[in-house]
């Protein structure tokens, strides 16, 4: 291909400065209540966590007044739902937490991911129902019962994202992923 | 003779009552459980023929167990949001007017795993189906919406109670992503996520986003509670998630089936990869000391479950049948003894392989015509 054929599509490139423009005009543009409403996503900066605030203390409650206890069982571990405390000890102990059971609220990277799925997930059948206060409690609660955090924490939207998992930064990234590649190279496959 | 019934055989065909093939519950837990939560359960590929499941034989996966959502398809959206330049919302309606894709893919659970304790394909295999999907590509979505600079993730989401989400590479939606409302010529089923499932064609199954409601572009790996349960120490062994390697197994004859004297066979089984179309399937009837190249049916399609055959002459000697597939990137699907020597490990029956599983599955053949799992 010639330099002359190539110039103008460069110069197209060069001048799209602006957004590209939609294709088809399918589609409805959300308000801003709809998209606040509906993000309910909480990543690991906590930046769209909502106001409120909890402690373990209040969480413990809140844990048998909300049924928690029902499934999880009475310490979290005797129930029929997912254990939510290691067996292993608290956190700090000698087992290493790739040792131990795949627990959210103790091997999660950040204490964001236990808010969001308490607050998407829970209690199952009511889920939605408990108010921001009611999830930083709970968080809360359920951090402390795995000895990441002490008795008298209080959770909020800014201390909630700095909270110090036991995982740090022991755990694998992913490669990046492109098209039409072997995920490891050397594997045998 | 069967006689016309409105319900049953004229508006919605029934199968033959003598045909009797059925999905089981799979990796020992009930479904429905305690709770009234479906779980895992598997497809029948000991009887299947051709490469499409039919929907009501298709697996199903759901990680916490699930109620099935009953969604009106008139009250449903989809939302887009996050780094694009218009964040929109699209109807069922609305998704119909844009253009469409047709394509065969499978979705296979990370949770396919043989074991020595496994005895029928459907016990090793039956967590992967393939069928044919419909609906518009992510790439056109994401390109009416606009990606922004830096847009590198993007997090999907279910509208089920559990709201399940994960995170996947934006270069993936770009690539061939679909999000789907036809499978096998009719609506997506409720179990398969009706009316709207986000296909992320040879991903782990968990990334098939049901009951697909919103798309949230964002600049990091969003850690939702999936993509926690998808944590590793090792980065060898996540690295060999998310993609599924070329994969092969004999349907027939396999694990529980007999038979019935020596003489000539058709062996049949699927081959698949999440690298692309399947390019080479061979199969071994001595044990894996010679391979033949087996016959694939039809087109390999990428992404799709693959039929091939081999006709053999059984002379009713113990033996042991094998298959390995390559792909369209030439990767070659390993044995168990290969991955344990990757990982240095002992090749026992304990050995499990980690990561996904994609090692070859032998059956062992008797002289009385039984046919059991080679792994046990």
């Known amino acids: 291909m010639g330099m002359l054929k190539v110039l103008p599509l460069v110069l197209l490139m060069g001048s799209t400065a602006p957004a590209q423009s939609p294709t088809y005009g399918v589609g409805r543009t959300p308000s801003a209540e709809e998209l606040r409403a509906a993000d309910i996503s909480i990543g690991s900066t906590g930046e769209e966590l909502p106001p409120g605030r909890g402690t373990p203390k209040e969480g413990a409650q809140l844990y048998r007044a909300k049924g928690c206890a029902g499934c999880h069982g009475a310490t979290g571990i005797e129930g029929r739902a997912p254990i939510l405390k290691s067996k292993s000890g608290p956190a700090g102990s000698d087992v290493d937490i790739w040792k131990r059971e795949r627990i959210l609220p103790l091997r999660a990277p950040f204490a964001t991911t236990v808010w969001d799925y308490i607050n998407r997930a829970m209690p199952l059948n009511r889920e939605g129902t408990l108010t921001a206060d009611e999830v930083y409690a709970l968080t809360a609660f359920l951090l402390n019962i795995n000895g990441v955090i002490p008795e008298d924490k209080v959770l909020d939207a800014q201390s909630l994202p700095k909270v110090k998992m036991p995982i740090g930064e022991r755990y694998a990234r992913l490669p990046e992923w492109k098209p039409s590649t072997p995920r490891l190279k050397g594997y045998p496959y | ?376």
Request: proline share 5%.
């Open chain 2, 1 to 376: 003779m069967i006689k016309g019934d409105k319900d049953n055989q004229i508006a919605y065909g029934n199968r033959s009552r003598f045909v009797t093939s059925v999905r089981i519950p799979h990796g020992g837990r009930a479904s429905p459980d305690d709770f009234g939560l479906t779980f895992h359960v598997a497809t029948p590929l000991q009887d299947s023929v051709g490469v499409i499941t039919p929907s009501s034989l298709h697996y199903m996966g759901t990680t916490r167990g699930s109620f099935l959502p009953d969604i009106d398809p008139r009250e449903h959206r989809l939302m887009i949001h996050g780094l694009v330049d218009r964040a929109l919302t699209f109807t069922m309606e609305d998704l119909k007017r844009l253009p469409s894709v047709t394509r065969l893919h499978f979705i296979e659970c990370a949770g396919n795993r043989t074991s020595s304790r496994a005895k029928t394909v459907q016990e090793t295999h039956g967590m992967t189906s393939c069928a044919e999907w419909t609906g518009v590509l992510l790439s056109t979505l994401l390109k009416e919406c606009g990606l922004k600079g830096g847009a590198s993730w993007f997090v999907a989401e279910g509208a089920e109670e559990v709201k399940g989400a994960s995170s996947m590479p934006i270069a993936k939606a770009m690539d061939d992503c679909i999000v789907a409302y036809g499978m096998n010529g009719e609506p997506v089923r409720p179990q398969q996520g009706f009316p709207l499932r986000l296909m992320v064609p040879g991903f782990e199954g968990i990334f098939h986003t049901k009951w697909l409601r919103r798309i949230k572009v964002v600049d990091r790996y969003y850690m939702n509670y999936n993509d926690f349960g998808h944590l590793h120490d090792d980065a060898t062994v996540a690295a060999l998630s998310y993609q599924i390697g070329p994969k092969s197994v004999i349907t027939f004859p396999s694990g529980g089936q007999l038979l019935p004297g020596r003489g000539s066979y058709e062996i049949s089984g699927l081959a698949w990869s999440g690298g692309g179309a399947i390019k080479k399937v061979e199969v071994s009837t001595d044990g894996g000391r010679r391979w033949n190249n087996a016959e694939i049916k039809g087109i390999a399609h990428r992404m799709a479950h693959t039929r091939f055959s081999y006709q053999w002459n059984w002379d009713g000697n113990e033996t042991e049948l094998q298959s390995r597939c390559t792909d369209e990137l030439g990767s070659v699907q390993p044995s168990r003894a290969q991955v344990a020597k990757f990982f240095n490990k002992p090749l026992d029956a304990s050995f499990s392989p980690p990561g996904l599983d994609n090692t070859i599955q032998p059956w062992k053949i008797d002289r009385d015509g039984s046919v059991t799992n080679g792994n046990a």
